[in-house]
């Protein structure tokens, strides 16, 4: 794919599975990406989301979401923020505000991409602590395969 695409982790890696975001990208940076791929650390906070995708063509979001499924479990929500479709979820939180409520406000001072895609990965273990839980990092090559997919479309 042609054009500027940015990663974005979002997640807290002192909240355990929380920072799988964070971890997805950190290990992104190791990796040789297709042209105009950027990778950013977003932290917890939504509107750092927002700068990294502006003037992008598609932006990918990586964060932990919870459906109460299988954790490692991934989801693929996207949003056309031209037109307004979406399939994101009204309970997809970015930390500080949920991430449609961050889009809409701030549709009149960002340039958002075309697309931008939401990898949701169910967490297992959402708690005080560094690192993966067992259950993340045995699915993380998955969730990694997953991510690259989406640069590669």
């Not at 909240?15 to 105009?36: F, N, S, T, Y």
């Not at 750092?48 to 979401?65: H, K, P, Q, S, T």
């Not at 340039?111 to 949701?120: C, D, K, L, R, T």
């Not at 560094?130 to 969730?143: N, R, V």
Request: proline share 5%; aromatic share 8%; hydrophobic share 45%.
């Amino acid at each position: 794919m042609n054009g500027k695409i940015a990663v974005i982790g979002v997640g807290n890696l002192l909240m355990g599975d929380d920072g799988i975001g964070i971890h997805v990208v950190e290990a992104l940076r190791k990796e040789a990406l297709p042209q105009g791929v950027q990778v950013f650390d977003a932290s917890t906070r939504a509107f750092d989301v927002l700068e990294f995708m502006d003037g992008c063509d598609r932006a990918v979001v990586v964060d932990a979401y919870m459906e109460k499924g299988v954790p490692g479990t991934v989801y693929r929500f996207a949003f056309d923020p031209a037109s307004g479709t979406q399939d994101i979820p009204v309970n997809l939180s970015m930390h500080d505000i949920d991430f449609t409520a961050a889009l809409r406000a701030g549709q009149d001072s960002y340039n958002f991409p075309s697309e931008i895609v939401v990898i949701g990965i169910e967490p297992d273990i959402l708690e005080w602590g560094i690192g993966l839980s067992p259950s993340l990092e045995k699915a993380f090559p998955d969730i990694l395969d997953a991510v690259r997919d989406e640069l590669s479309e």
